[in-house]
């Protein structure tokens, strides 16, 4: 199995330093692609981001052809044009999402059926096991159609809670991580406090909303980052590829190939993606850290686990549909209704001839897209019922991973709800048995009652690595999802 890297580019001064890493991988890669990118028009802008990535991406263009013809890496290396002039794509057509697209291709073009196709992205830190722990996924596992793999944001705040953060980080089974990639991926992180915590809050919001899908047992359990994902060669052609979308392409490639196969999640070597907030993207990590700068954090609630409930029976009843056209569905059921009308599934079981065949039908027409529009329909962002459905998860973990430190996570909190201090929290004995807080619990929590809006970074930090640690868990005792 030979593997292929796909990385778009744009903007990116360090990516020359970042493809020489990658030769301190314990698995090499046989070719990496790079597609050098950005719209036509920041050539004529007066934008100053567009005028600085027209200067970069010239710069990285020719620094990185000569790479490729020095003959000094240990793998092949191919540069695909797309910011010179006559070659940057018109602004309707560019984006990440073209750009990952065509590196992915260059790097399916010639590649086996077998080999490996890995998305990385160009401001992100791998550790040196990386490439083998994704390789090893898909050898462990030839049925999957793709791999989710794992990711850890690196920050670095200000004073004690950087420390901390450099601790728990090195210390954490991140510990597949030396202290060069470590001292590397926090050299360009966050220093501020502020953009640290918007960068943890975004991730917990990821992570939260990950581990309810899985609790509930429901497909399309993974996380999407484009940094961290791939598949084989076949499955790449199998599906016609990336979707080119400007942004979210991560998430419409993960779930074109969730509807081919299962996903396996890769839990032994995290991505380190750059924290920081950026204007290349309409959605995703970037706008959503620079919004919740700005204490926008709509677009990244903490969903209740009622609402998984939900979902959970929808996809439960299907196979019972197949059999009782009147079956009932729940509030899954009726908003699927209300999108499609009340005999959406009348044409998928008049084409299906068994009710396994039936349901996959239907799990693919209701998809991960679908499900996401069903909780946002259903839920909107409050920071102290927000904080209320937060603990609700922490709470579940702990009965669901009961082997991994909970106490720090839930007792900073706590603290936050019940406006105690720490030290005063971490004398409340947390029980396994303790009846889990709902988001109709509000007004009856102590006074005066905080969300999350009054988290300190330090909390932040707890309540992530506690999630990474569950993630990992989950992503080892049950790596294949769907």
Partial sequence: MDIHIAIPVMNEPGIVGRVQALARQTVLPARVVLCVNQPASYFDSGDPFHQETVRVNATTLADLQALASGGKLPFGLTVIDRS?????????????????REAMDGAAAGASGTDLLLCMDADTVYPPHYIEAMRDAAVRFPEAAGIAGAYFHPVRPTGAARSAEAAAVE?????????????????????????????????????????????????????????SMGCTAAAYRKIGGLPPHKSGEDFYFLQKLAKSGPIVRQGQAPALPAPRPSPRVIFGTGPAIGM???????????????????????????????????????????????????????SIRRNRT???????????????????????????????????????????????????????AIASLEAALADRTPAEAETLAFR??????????????????????????????????????????EAIARPLCG
């Fill in 84 to 100: 010179g002039a006559g070659r940057a794509w018109p602004a309707a057509q560019a984006g990440v999402g073209r750009a990952r």
């Fill in 171 to 227: 210390a954490d089974a991140v510990d597949v991580l030396d202290a060069a990639d470590v001292a590397e991926a926090k050299s360009e992180a966050t220093s501020a406090d502020a953009l640290a915590a918007a960068a943890l809050h975004y991730e917990v919001y990821m992570r939260a909303y990950a581990l309810g899908l899985a609790a509930a047992g429901l497909p399309y359990a993974y996380t999407a980052i484009g940094s």
């Fill in 292 to 346: 919740g700068l700005r204490g926008e954090w709509g677009s990244c609630p903490i969903y209740p686990a009622a609402l998984f409930g939900d979902l959970q029976r929808f996809y439960a009843g299907l196979t019972a549909l197949y059999t009782d056209p009147a079956m009932d569905l729940g509030p899954v059921g009726a908003f699927a209704a209300e999108k499609w009308g009340a005999d959406w599934h009348v």
């Fill in 354 to 408: 068994s009710a396994a065949a039936f349901k996959k039908a239907c799990t693919e027409k209701f998809d991960a897209l679908r499900m996401l529009q069903y909780l946002k329909a259903h839920y909107a962002y409050d920071p102290q019922t927000d904080a209320l459905n937060l603990l609700e998860r922490l709470r579940d973990c702990a009965r669901r991973y009961p082997a991994i430190p909970s106490a720090a």
């Fill in 432 to 473: 396994a048995d303790a009846p889990a807080a709902s988001a109709t619990s509000a007004t009856s929590n102590a006074a005066p009652a905080r969300g999350l809006d009054r988290l300190s970074v330090s909390d932040w930090q707890a309540l992530r690595l506690y999630l990474y640690r569950c993630e990992r868990a």
